[in-house]
C-alpha cells in the first residue's frame, strides 16, 4: 500500500483543513488508517484513527471534539477534518496504514506511511 498525503497549509486559529490521504492497491478497504503529527522537536504522536469498514474510530484527547476521521473505501481515501485548530496543531501530519486499529494508534508501528503533510496554524 502507497500513500499520499494532501491538505496541508497555512491557516489562522479557530479554521478549519481537511487533510486527505490517497492510497494505491486493491487492499486498501482490508487496512486500519491512522493519522499522526509530529511538531517541531517533539515525538511523533497518535491524532486519529478508523477501522478499514469505518464503523470505529478513536482519537487523541486533544483531537476529540475538533477534528473527524472518515474514509471512503470506493475511493481509497481517508480524511480528516480539522476544525477550530490552534496553534498547537502546528505539525506535520502523516497518514499511516495496518490491519488493525489498536496498530494505527501507536507511533512508529504501522507498516505504511505517507511522506506527510504540513499544518500551519497562525495566531
Known amino acids: 500500500v502507497q500513500l499520499q498525503a494532501s491538505g496541508g497549509g497555512l491557516v489562522q486559529t479557530g479554521g478549519s483543513l481537511r487533510l486527505s490521504c490517497a492510497a494505491s492497491?486493491?487492499?486498501?478497504?482490508?487496512?486500519?488508517m491512522g493519522w499522526f503529527r509530529q511538531a517541531p522537536g517533539k515525538e511523533r504522536e497518535f491524532v486519529a484513527g478508523i477501522t478499514w469498514s469505518g464503523e470505529s474510530t478513536s482519537y487523541s484527547d486533544s483531537a476529540k471534539g475538533r477534528f473527524t476521521i472518515s474514509r471512503d473505501n470506493a475511493k481509497n481515501t481517508v480524511y480528516l477534518q480539522m476544525n477550530s485548530l490552534k496553534v498547537e496543531d502546528t505539525a506535520v501530519y502523516y497518514c499511516?496504514?495496518?490491519?488493525?486499529?489498536?496498530?494505527?494508534?501507536?507511533?512508529?508501528?504501522?507498516?505504511?506511511w505517507g511522506q506527510g503533510t504540513l499544518v500551519t496554524v497562525s495566531s
Open positions: 499511516a496504514a495496518d490491519r488493525f486499529l489498536e496498530d494505527v494508534m501507536r507511533p512508529y508501528v504501522p507498516t505504511y
Open positions: 492497491g486493491r487492499t486498501f478497504s482490508t487496512y486500519a
